[in-house]
């Protein structure tokens, strides 16, 4: 008989909130084994350490919900591994796969040598900032290695130089030894695809439009860290989830296109998150491939498989049977 051992990273009090949403996707998880009648148990873990459990995860699927918290990217690559060293099935993308789309310059450099659009940009050296005079402004900086919007707090978009090389040196300073990216910041309308896979391979899901509602100047209009975890915040009240159709029809079917694109260059398994941006000629542009997005019932990938049609139980099946097929 199946059973499914719900592995996540533990959280403390003190934690900060993208940290601590990883408790809502356990409880979306419970709800759909449960409902499948499939026995279950749950496991939090601290740093990453997977083989002190080991013993419990014998002959089980793991669904895998270890994630990185802030200023510790390499902890989710880190323990999917030990989750392949342990020999055990479980939930999502490949710690090889992880590894990758955590780091945002390497996945620029795979989506571009597949012939994918991705915004002009580098790693900046603060320190000697040539890259400024080959990328247009204005600038979005961001470290290369998190996630959660993390870094971009605040205002991340630069039109001066010696603004963006002196956030350069912020970020160098908060994020020890993690790259800085600067891209030049597209100006158009930002959508993502959700992406889960199925029997015939992966398929996508409807695709979601962030409509930024009367955001004034001096307020970037993108998904920053106010928008996702500031409760209250003007950016997460005014930052607005819809489903666009109708005339945007060729838009989104190319929107889906590459989105699918990214599947497999990318390495992905059981379910991903594609997230675009429109240029100024409005093209889609990729700006992030997220393994393993958020399942929390409020999330984006939620609520995407929910305007498609799916239930909990849908969705938590599919990612099963994903995990126990490959």
């Not at 106010?226 to 003007?234: R, T």
């Not at 491939?289 to 799916?310: E, R, W």
Request: hydrophobic content about 45%.
């Amino acid at each position: 008989m199946l059973r499914v051992a719900v592995v996540h990273t533990a959280v403390d009090i003190e934690d900060d909130p993208s940290t601590a949403d990883v408790l809502d996707q356990v409880r979306l998880f419970k709800q759909g084994l449960a409902a499948l009648g499939v026995r279950h148990t749950t496991i939090a873990v601290r740093d990453g350490r997977v083989w002190k459990h080991a013993a419990t995860l014998a002959g089980a699927v793991v669904c895998n919900l270890l994630e990185a918290p802030p200023g510790r990217p390499q902890l989710h690559a880190a323990a999917t591994a030990a989750l392949e060293i342990l020999g055990v099935p479980f939930t999502g993308s490949s710690a090889s796969a992880l590894w990758l789309t955590t780091d945002k310059l390497a996945t620029r450099a795979v989506l571009s040598s597949e012939g994918l659009p991705v915004a002009a940009g580098g790693r900046l050296d603060p320190e000697r900032p040539r890259l400024l005079d080959r990328v247009p402004p204005p600038w979005i900086l961001k470290p290369a290695w998190e996630d959660a919007s993390v870094g971009l707090e605040g205002n991340p978009v630069c039109s001066a130089a010696a603004e963006a090389v002196e956030r350069g040196r912020s970020l160098s300073l908060r994020f020890p030894g993690q790259p800085v990216l600067l891209e030049h910041f597209l100006p158009g309308r930002e959508f993502n695809v959700s992406l889960l896979a199925s029997p015939q391979g992966a398929t996508a899901l409807p695709v979601a439009e962030i409509a930024f509602v009367g955001f004034p100047p001096g307020v970037p209009a993108l998904v920053g860290y106010e928008a996702k975890w500031a409760s209250g915040s003007f950016e997460e009240t005014h930052t607005v989830r819809q489903f666009p159709g109708g005339d945007d029809g060729p838009l989104l079917a190319r929107i889906r296109e590459l989105a699918l694109a990214c599947w497999d260059p990318c390495g992905l398994a059981g379910y991903a998150r594609v997230d675009f941006r429109l240029d100024e000629t409005g093209a889609p542009v990729i700006l992030e491939v997220n393994t393993n997005p958020c399942l929390s019932a409020d999330a984006g990938f939620m609520a995407a498989a929910t305007h498609g049609g799916l239930s909990v139980v849908d969705v938590v099946e599919r990612i099963l049977v994903a995990a126990t097929s490959r």
